[in-house]
């Protein structure tokens, strides 16, 4: 696109207005720009929803000789002012321990620093014949007591980084100094708790693992100046001699369905019913006792009857 017009401003503009398909998207002239090659760059603010600081950016070339603009390109440029998203972070570095279920799995990088070779024989070799050049109090038997111990000779073991970054997850955690529980300990810290499995190697001088099954932190690693309610040595509470009686509860949402009996085995009961509503319960008795023969002699008849 060429234009032989004078004014590369309106120019600008105009190729501006095209790119934003909205006149009301460009708004005013910011500032011009000489670059290398007879370009200059002519910048108009933007105003678009959202693009706040951000201006059109449009490039023209003068051939001076032909006194001619011809436009290079149009695109937004954001300003020292504008607003803009915040930087890409990678999903893998977004990710949080908390986001993984059981079914996850992620993988390890090769290079990952967390981890580092695990020592092999001829670098146990090599260790035994540093010490023994430097005359230090270690013995060979002692690299190999390590090695076993911690079980160095894995392909893989922990860095010093990966080490330190666990320690500082762990410490910063729910089972660390900060956590609630441990403000409401009243001084009653791991360190001092039975319950506690101390660790081994450098990690050990910080945390151990709780074992109490009454801790909400049983089977986890904890810090030594973390604490809980259930530390060995608090006595659990002096039993209660007062005994409170609820009231009793009735349940009125639920009707029970009775098989109602039969005439016959009915009759006994509405006569006893009928004396008590009378007064003459003795008579009534007497009734009863008169049917109550009457009903065995029957069954005896009809018995002797078959």
């Not at 051939?63 to 937004?76: A, I, K, M, N, Y």
């Not at 915040?86 to 390890?108: A, M, N, Q």
Request: hydrophobic share 35%.
């Amino acid at each position: 696109m060429t234009d032989n017009a004078l004014d590369p401003v309106a120019l600008a503009r105009a190729v501006a207005i095209d790119a934003a398909e909205n006149p009301d998207a460009v708004g005013d002239y910011v500032t011009q720009q000489a670059l290398e090659g007879g370009v200059t760059d002519f910048r108009f603010a933007a105003l678009m929803v959202g693009y706040e600081g951000w201006q059109w950016s449009v490039t023209l070339f003068h051939d001076e000789e032909l006194d001619h603009w011809t436009v290079d390109e149009s695109t937004l440029i954001p300003s020292d002012q504008a607003l803009l998203p915040p930087p890409w972070v990678p999903w893998k570095d977004r990710l949080e321990p908390s986001d993984l279920t059981v079914t996850d799995s992620i993988g390890t990088e090769p290079d990952d620093p967390r981890l580092e070779p695990g020592i092999t024989e001829e670098g146990i070799v090599q260790v035994e014949a540093t010490v023994a050049e430097d005359g230090a109090a270690t013995s060979a038997e002692d690299v190999h007591d390590t090695v076993e111990e911690f079980d160095l000779s894995r392909r893989q073991v922990m860095s010093e980084l990966g080490r330190s970054q666990t320690a500082q997850r762990w410490y910063d955690g729910p089972h660390g100094p900060k956590s609630l529980s441990t403000k409401t300990a009243d001084g009653n810290l791991c360190s001092t708790c039975g319950f506690l499995i101390p660790l081994r190697g450098e990690l050990g001088t910080i945390f151990g693992v709780c074992a109490n099954r009454w801790s909400p932190d049983d089977g986890r690693v904890v810090s030594l100046d973390h604490g809980c309610g259930e530390h060995s040595q608090i006595d659990p509470p002096e039993p209660s001699n007062l005994w409170i009686q609820t009231k009793p509860a009735y349940d009125d949402m639920h009707i029970d369905v009775v098989a109602q009996r039969t005439r016959e085995e009915r009759g006994e009961v509405e006569l006893l019913e009928e004396a008590n509503e009378t007064g003459d319960s003795g008579e009534a008795s007497a009734r009863v006792d008169t049917a109550s023969t009457d009903s065995a002699e029957s069954t005896n008849d009809t018995g002797s009857a078959e």
